[in-house]
């Protein structure tokens, strides 16, 4: 789609003189989103069809960002404040044009809460996704971040091409990591957590367990009903390595609400480890490549 854009021209008498002023009038972002909210950290997402805006965080604070393409955008917030209320709004700039002010919604950060865990076959599974390395998602039913196996990196996971990660960055790691196991170097559990080996995914698929949905998402429910643990359906991050529009490729999210696809810390061979995945109509541990991205629920240490 073409942008189209008007130029604004202000006649000025001077002197005698005509002269011209033309301004380009810049389209304001929309859309505006908050997501991933955590302790101290939040992803910011918002349209727009020009390649910069600003960010305005609490009327003092602002950040410049160039996305990777126009119109979907993000900016991933860090060291914020536990449990406090930030204000943010948003405007597109173009050179040294720029649009008003867009207000998004408020949001507030979280406190940390006490996690513990839910025994299932004598495993004790954290009731929350990961979210940035070393925590926990707010509700049982938020996606959290997307991992590469073995990777401390955090990906925030839509279904659009353009995608952050915990540690500011964009650009996606296509490489095959290396390991027999999940090292301990790169734990994304917090502090008396880990990731589940292979045999603690296979006990859990073991269970018994139904598709249903938690807080209006999709997922599934495992264990009795004295102790249910709820893994939601957050799909997993694939690249794709095409080139358009001067990029050299996406990150997608196909599955989201369809799928759930859980790591575990061990390894297949020297390209795949095992997951547990699911859907409506099944459960199964398989080895899936250590390329793609997926959802981590920890088990207690």
């Known amino acids: 789609m073409k942008k189209i854009i008007i130029l604004l021209c202000i006649f000025i008498l001077s002197n005698g003189l005509i002269l011209t002023s033309c301004k380009k009038n810049v389209t304001i972002p929309t859309n505006l989103v908050v997501s991933n909210i955590a302790t101290t950290s939040a992803l910011l997402t918002w349209w727009t069809e020009v390649d910069a805006s600003e960010i305005m965080i609490d009327g003092n604070i602002y950040y410049t960002y160039t996305p990777y393409s126009p119109v979907n955008n993000c900016y991933f917030l860090t060291n914020l404040t536990e449990g406090k209320q930030y204000t943010w709004k948003v405007r597109s700039r173009e050179g040294s044009n720029y649009s008003d002010w867009v207000g998004g919604p408020n949001f507030t950060t979280t406190q940390t809460k006490i996690e513990e865990g839910i025994n299932i076959n004598g495993v004790v599974w954290a009731t929350r996704n990961v979210n940035t390395p070393c925590t926990f998602t707010e509700k049982p039913s938020d996606y959290g971040m997307f991992y590469q196996w073995n990777r401390p990196v955090g990906w925030c996971g839509g279904g659009g091409a353009h995608t952050y990660n915990s540690e500011g960055g964009g650009t996606w790691n296509n490489s095959i990591s290396t390991g027999d196991t999940w090292e301990v170097k790169n734990n994304i559990c917090p502090q008396g957590w880990r990731l589940p080996t292979r045999s603690e995914i296979c006990s859990l698929d073991a269970a018994d367990s139904f598709w249903s949905e938690l807080n209006g998402v999709s997922g599934r429910f495992f264990g009795s009903d004295q102790d249910r643990l709820f893994l939601p359906a957050a799909g997993c991050l694939v690249f794709f390595p095409c080139q358009t529009e001067g990029h050299y490729g996406h990150l997608f999210n196909c599955v989201d609400g369809y799928s759930g696809y859980f790591w575990s810390s061990t390894s297949f061979d020297s390209e795949r480890s095992y997951d547990l ?25």
């Open 277 to 301: 995945d699911f859907s409506r109509y099944h459960t199964q541990v398989v080895p899936c490549s250590r390329e793609g991205a997926r959802s981590a629920r920890c088990v207690k240490e």
